[in-house]
């Protein structure tokens, strides 16, 4: 696990940094003399905030898209209040990065922030990805009982025993993505939020399998 | 369907049979006018230009509806706001069923056929969010920041609850009508969308399980193939994707029921953060009253001469009475209501202004048959329910 959280940390310095050399060319700072700390201050405050804004991306946005968060406008307070509702209601949010995702929210859509946009669509527009699509040539055609066997023993860990969600997973049971067989292809081999791809681990008529156990529990 | 013994009785003796053994009339039946199987064909006049609606989140899909949509009498069904605590179910084809348990003397178990087979009851009921406007109160308070969309009236049609616990046959430590819909919350530690209403209100012929909006199957986003329909209550007791009630002696249990959709019995004065943390909750339950403008829209820019203000207003048990307009803070002027008038619905008015060139703010206040009308500010309360302060907006006439 500290292995895993090292991994991570230097995966998003290395990140942070590429994405800093566009954002504060060299030659401004450099030119600036402006004392070392400040820079380092400034520094060490941007990469929080993309801790921060990588928690927010990893662990809500697997129950609500962004809109929800983003439209927001609350105090540091009532974001601390609303990050632990979650965290009680699943959230997968990891202790030691509360904190992080709180001063991201509290500073990205505070009270003061501007007023938040709101998009317009037409019903039929805001419903496309999670309306039903059936896609004949997105899988194999899958076989619910070899499914259970595939389930329990790549997915369990994460979704639980029955599809229902788990520590890390979110329930699987009744979610539109199961009518849409070229999507639910498409995150098990590419992954998504905190979820792996599969494509290495899973056959295309395992994961046809898979969502054929999830469909036949969706009753 | 499994058994029906009541099925000797005749049909209105069985529902006043219920009814005397709960303890009377329930309030609305003195009121209850409108009833009829067929479609009434209201929704056919409907028609609104811009076919878009504001998007709060989209998944799960939180939308509502522009005012300019509003206008008129019935709101078609993909204009019609749309409220998500989780993403509507996938269930596959299967024949659904509504179970009927709990403290019944006959659990049943019935299916969109049986639903079809017994008497058919269509009515326009208005379903508002019981958070529409939250996001005009201040301080700003967490939640779907709704402006004043989240309101709308279609016609429904299905059957009485009523009629449906009567199969069961309702025991009598029955007071509560637990009610759960086939959406599933994402995670085992994310509270069911579990609710329950007051046998009272249940059994008031009003309540309806519908199966048709607007003369269409119902939609699928908007509770198809069954939703509960609570007229003059705040629209989250309206649970979609029905399939289980449960007739018990206590509230529903669970977050839904007993912590969300409350509000202080005393309520805080406007831009209060005190709130009495031992100060008595109540359940939202029944609407207040209400009006907006659907014409002209907020910051439009109109010609010199006459100007049909119009818009809708509605109100919780009870009817509208009067809405009165007043123009740049002059004296209050009665609208013309039109429309039908049936409770639990919604009433269209209008008012004819001889507009002058400036800048103009258009104010409106509903008032209802308890005398209740809106007020200058809406008490805040800490979830922002129930807003209903007078109506403004401004316009600019050339």
């Not at chain 2, 006018?33 to 989140?57: H, K, T």
């Amino acid at each position: 696990m500290l292995t895993r959280s090292a991994l991570l940390a230097v995966c998003l310095l290395i990140a942070l940094l590429a994405g800093s050399s566009t954002r504060w060319p060299s030659g401004r700072i450099l030119a600036e003399a402006t004392p070392q700390q400040d820079d380092a201050g400034a520094e060490e405050e941007a990469f929080e905030r993309e801790l921060g804004r990588r928690t927010l991306e990893g662990n809500c946005l697997m129950c609500h898209s962004i809109e929800m968060i983003e439209t927001q406008r609350l105090t540091p307070e009532q974001w601390a209040a609303e990050v632990e509702k979650m965290v009680g209601w699943g959230a997968p949010v990891p202790p030691e990065e509360t904190d992080l995702l709180v001063a991201y929210l509290a500073a990205s859509y505070a009270t003061e922030s501007a007023e938040p946009v709101f998009g317009r669509q037409t019903l039929d527009d805001a419903r496309s990805s999670t309306r039903p699509a059936p896609d004949p040539d997105a899988l194999p055609e899958g076989a619910a009982d070899r499914g259970a066997a595939v389930f329990t023993e790549h997915c369990a860990t994460c979704h639980g025993p029955d599809g229902l969600g788990g520590d890390l997973g979110v329930s699987l049971i009744a979610r539109p993505v199961l009518l849409r067989p070229a999507d639910y292809a498409s995150i098990l081999r590419k992954g998504r939020h905190r979820m792996p791809g599969f494509q290495i681990v899973l056959s295309d008529q395992q994961v046809a399998d898979t969502l054929a156990w999830l469909q036949a529990q969706s009753r | 369907m499994s058994q029906d013994d009541t099925s000797a009785i005749p049909k209105s003796n069985r529902r006043s049979l219920l009814r005397r053994a709960l303890g009377g009339a329930s309030a609305g039946i003195g009121l209850w006018a409108w009833r009829g199987p067929e479609a009434l064909g209201w929704f056919s006049s409907a028609d609104v230009a811009d076919r878009e609606l504001i998007i709060r989140n989209l998944v799960p899909l939180d939308a509502e509806t522009p005012l300019t949509s509003l206008g008129s009498w019935i709101t078609p069904n993909d204009l019609f706001f749309k409220r998500s605590h989780f993403v509507e179910p996938a269930i596959l084809p299967e024949p659904w069923r509504l179970e009927i348990k709990g403290l019944v003397d006959r659990p049943v178990s019935l299916a969109l056929d049986d639903l079809a087979e017994m008497e058919q009851v269509t009515r326009p009921v208005v379903l508002q969010c019981a958070g529409n406007g939250r996001g005009l109160f201040r301080p700003n308070i967490p939640g779907i920041p709704w402006a004043k969309g989240a309101v709308g009236n279609a016609e429904w049609t299905g059957v009485r609850l009523v009629d449906l616990l009567e199969r069961a046959g309702v025991q009598g430590g029955a007071r509560h009508v637990h009610l759960l819909g086939a959406d599933t919350p994402p995670h085992p530690k994310t509270p069911a969308f579990f609710r329950s209403i007051p046998l009272a209100k249940a059994i008031d012929p009003m309540t309806m399980v519908a199966t048709h909006m607007n003369g269409e199957p119902l939609p699928h986003l908007h509770g198809g193939p069954l939703r509960l329909i609570v007229p003059c209550w705040t629209a989250n007791h309206s649970l979609k994707w029905l399939r289980e009630i449960t007739l018990a002696d206590e509230e529903a249990p669970g977050f839904y029921q007993r912590t969300g959709y409350r509000i202080p019995r005393e309520l805080a004065p406007p831009g209060s953060w005190i709130e009495d943390p031992e100060g008595e909750l109540l359940p939202v339950t029944a609407m207040n009253v209400k009006s907006l403008v659907t014409s002209p829209g907020e910051g439009q820019r109109l010609t010199s001469g006459r100007v049909d203000v119009r818009g809708v207003a509605w109100t919780g048990p009870g009817r509208i009475t009067g809405v009165d307009v007043s123009i740049d803070g002059e004296a209050w002027q009665p609208a013309t209501l039109d429309g039908p008038d049936v409770e639990g619905s919604w009433r269209t008015w209008n008012l004819a202004w001889d507009a002058s060139p400036g800048s103009h703010t258009i104010r409106v206040r509903a008032t209802d048959s308890h005398g209740e009308s809106q007020p200058e500010q809406s008490p805040w309360n800490r979830s922002g329910y129930l807003w209903n302060a007078i109506e403004s907006i401004a316009v600019e006439v050339a």
